[in-house]
């Protein structure tokens, strides 16, 4: 670690009080205590005295580009993020949902994020493996360099070894365990519909109860709506409480959208999603 | 009537309860465990602390059908589905659990108006209530003991079973488990020791310590009415929720429900499915008016439900401390810290 969770925590605490302070914005969104150290929840500061509730540790996991789209339009707002996050928020400028003026990045580099479920850490196997945020106003640590880069992809090796009738089972043995409880979409920082189509009545588009169609529908519909837009955060997977590994899907997705247009989501607040993008010499490896 | 059996020779007991009728029992899965009906006797397992989904799904399944007909054709034609159990056997409950079919009762046969599903799966059951392991510490999100529930507690089971050691304790509490206790013949006499140690168990459990605050009913019901419009207490406490369904999807004592019509070609079925008050589309009106459009409105709704609102109708707090809500939240919200910061912080004051 190049710099101690300990010490991002007080840059996070010294900084979200300064933009307080000096009206610059009215909200930070960042990390405040839970109900215990390895439990710790989004929290919002809105006073400069509130950043002494802030905490940040190796289970702030949490997206908090997630909360963006729940403040009004032009409501000025500082949020912590980690690369993966960051990401988020780049992705919800290209699609206009906020204003890059509206948003204060507080840039956090780190590596070795931690499940609190399971303990494992999440760096490349659920979410996108960089370490450093791609774009910051500022940085709350010192950018991480000289350790091992993994690819978000490798996780995908057994995955990738089905066929596509093992893969249908696969997901739909997955999907059968689901219980739509909607965690997942609304962890989800793209997942900003409203209202979302499953929840539509007229059509109606799948059916509520938890059964494989309608769970289909759904999940399959959502995978879908993210082609390009997913920033591979991994949110999904760890909001689901029986555990269905979504992130195979999405970074599955992702990886075939990098190859085909050359463009990661949330990486430039210049880019357009590549699914919005019509380019001449687009791939047409979809249509072959 | 005290029994007892090795806990290696759980699967002979499970074998038999499976030829009596239906056994639902704690199974381990790719997240944790779940009450599953058991087809494999060896599935049963014991070494769980508690479940992801409470055992309410044994009386009130996320879907129920209801009526199944087809559509362009009378309604003389439809049939409504009949329930036909066989005995049912949920094993392994632990004692706060127990306490939340109580609170259910309440809600689905209590108020006059009787649900006949809830009522006949409730009947059809045998309860085998699980004592937590007193040598375990308590999970951090866990606070049964502030809702004044042992760990050890025997009341609402018709058998409450103690571990000790290689053996499981089975005693009988009402008389349709010492009915069946008496069937069960693979079980042998327990010996005078077992049952001091059946005693001291029960009473110890009283001492073992979850999260503890002092929580009075109707003083607490007082403190929700008076911060009800408190907007800021709200929104303060809800800056995290996400608005999912996670934590009523696994409480044992939430309790709403949709009837959904799903037809599929001609074919449909009248059905209800969970729903929960944190969906943004549960108070949606037929004019496309929504009174609750907040997050905090919804969050509110839900611990208010609980401890303010159950407690005026029907006096009770409509929570056993489980930790369900607080243990799967996606953002760790924690219903323990909210009604500790209601009851006695009264931080809005500062404001």
């Known amino acids: ?288 | 009537m005290l029994k007892k059996t090795a806990i290696n020779k759980i699967s002979e007991l499970a074998a038999v309860l499976m030829e009596k009728g239906t056994l639902l029992a704690p199974v381990k899965e790719a997240a944790g465990f779940n009450f599953r009906e058991i087809s494999d006797a060896g599935q049963v397992n014991l070494h769980f602390h508690n479940t992801i989904i409470s055992p309410k799904s044994a009386f009130f399944p996320q879907m129920e059908d209801f009526v199944r007909y087809q559509t362009g054709k009378s309604i003389l034609e439809a049939a409504p589905v009949e329930l036909n159990l066989k005995p049912v056997f949920l094993f392994g409950v632990r004692p706060c659990d127990v306490k939340s079919f109580e609170i259910m009762d309440i809600h689905f046969s209590g108020t006059g108006a009787v649900d006949p599903y809830w009522k006949k799966r409730r009947e059809a059951a045998t309860i085998f209530g699980h004592a937590f392991d007193l040598n375990e510490a308590a999970d951090p999100a866990e606070f049964y003991h502030t809702l004044g529930i042992g760990a050890a507690d025997p009341q609402g089971s018709d058998i409450f079973m103690v571990t000790k050691d290689n053996d499981l304790l089975f005693k009988s509490i009402t008389p349709k488990g010492k009915k069946l206790l008496e069937e069960l013949t693979m079980l042998t006499e327990a010996s005078a020791g077992d049952r001091k140690y059946f005693e001291d168990y029960i009473a110890r459990g009283h001492d073992y310590k979850t999260r503890f605050a002092s929580v009075e009913p109707k003083a607490i019901a007082t403190e929700f009415e008076s911060i009800f419009d408190n907007r800021e207490f709200w929104k303060n406490v809800s800056n995290a929720c996400l608005s999912c369904g996670v934590c009523t999807f696994v409480c044992p004592t939430c309790y709403c429900f949709d009837i959904c019509d799903e037809t599929l070609f001609n074919k449909g079925t009248r059905r209800r499915v969970w729903d929960a008050c944190m969906f943004t589309d549960f108070t949606l009106e037929a004019s496309g008016h929504n009174p609750r459009t907040n997050v905090y409105q919804r969050l509110r709704q839900k611990i208010c439900h609980k401890y303010s609102f159950s407690i005026r109708k029907y006096g009770v707090i409509s929570c056993v401390g489980c930790g369900r809500c607080t243990r799967y939240c996606p953002v760790n919200i924690d219903i323990f810290s909210i009604v500790e910061q209601a009851v006695k912080a009264k931080w809005y004051k500062r404001l």
Not at chain 1, 105 to 131: H, R
Not at chain 1, 183 to 211: E, H, L, N, T, V
Not at chain 1, 265 to 282: E, Q, T, Y
């Open chain 1, 1 to 288: 670690m190049t710099s101690s969770f300990k010490s991002i925590e007080e840059n996070l605490k010294a900084e979200a009080g300064k933009l307080l302070e000096s009206g610059r914005v009215e909200i930070v969104l960042a990390y405040g205590r839970g109900y215990d150290e390895n439990h710790p929840m989004p929290f919002v500061a809105k006073h400069p005295s509130d950043v002494a509730n802030m905490v940040f540790n190796e289970y702030c996991i949490h997206n908090l580009a997630r909360y963006l789209v729940r403040y009004p339009r032009g409501t000025k707002i500082a949020v912590a993020v980690k690369a993966a996050d960051c990401r988020a928020v780049i992705q919800l400028i290209q699609e206009e949902k906020i204003k890059r003026d509206d948003v204060v990045f507080l840039g956090i580099p780190v590596y070795g994020m931690k499940n609190p479920k399971t303990g494992e850490i999440i760096d490349s196997k659920t979410t996108c493996g960089m370490y450093n945020p791609v774009l910051y106003d500022v940085l709350l640590g010192e950018e991480v360099h000289g350790q091992k880069i993994v690819s978000p992809y490798d996780v995908l090796a057994d995955y990738e070894a089905m066929d596509k009738e093992a893969r249908w089972a696969f997901w739909k043995k997955e999907f059968d365990r689901c219980i739509r409880c909607y965690a997942c979409r609304k962890a989800c920082p793209m997942c900003y519909c409203d209202p979302c189509f499953i929840d539509q009545s007229k059509p109606r588009w799948g059916d509520k109860s938890p059964q494989s169609h309608g769970n289909l529908m759904y999940h399959l519909t959502r995978f879908h709506h993210l082609a390009g837009r997913c920033i591979d955060c991994g949110e999904c997977s760890r909001a689901c409480p029986v555990d269905i590994p979504l992130y195979l899907f999405h970074k599955k997705v992702a990886k075939e959208c990098e190859e085909m247009f050359g463009q990661a989501a949330g990486m430039s607040i210049d880019d357009k999603p590549a699914l919005v993008n019509f380019r001449v010499d687009d791939s047409d490896k979809i249509l072959e």
